[in-house]
Nanobody, 116 residues
Framework: QVQFVESGGGLVQPGGSLRLSCTASARILSFNAMGWYRQAPGNQRELVASISTLGGSTGYAESVKGRFTISRDNAKNTVILQMDSLRSDDTAVYYC?????????WGQGTQVAVSL
């Protein structure tokens, strides 16, 4: 069963940075457009950043534009989310998945908490 695995979350102060990584149990990541999603308590899961299969095209939610950068290394079967200038409203569990997502591919996510 294929599943995405996220890592790199943690507790950071406002204005700080984190770098999230996503890999997969099989080499499907390299052959699909991918996205980073997040879900804050009481909210629905939302797409925050996406990247095309070869990395030539990216997209961002308005709330993270200019602060987050998505990239990928297909040779390493990895997708990265660099998060800078973090704010308290970025606090959420972050997930990666295909775009559009497949329900059976959701992993455990990685918790990001932005607080003093």
């Amino acid at each position: 069963q294929v599943q995405f695995v996220e890592s790199g979350g943690g507790l950071v102060q406002p204005g700080g940075s984190l770098r999230l990584s996503c890999t997969a149990s099989a080499r499907i990541l390299s052959f699909n457009a991918m996205g980073w999603y997040r879900q804050a308590p009481g909210n629905q899961r939302e797409l925050v950043a996406s990247i095309s299969t070869l990395g030539g095209s990216t997209g961002y939610a308005e709330s993270v534009k200019g602060r987050f950068t998505i990239s990928r290394d297909n040779a390493k079967n990895t997708v990265i989310l660099q998060m800078d200038s973090l704010r308290s409203d970025d606090t959420a569990v972050y997930y990666c998945n295909k775009t559009p997502p497949r329900s059976e591919y959701w992993g455990q996510g990685t918790q990001v908490a932005v607080s003093l």
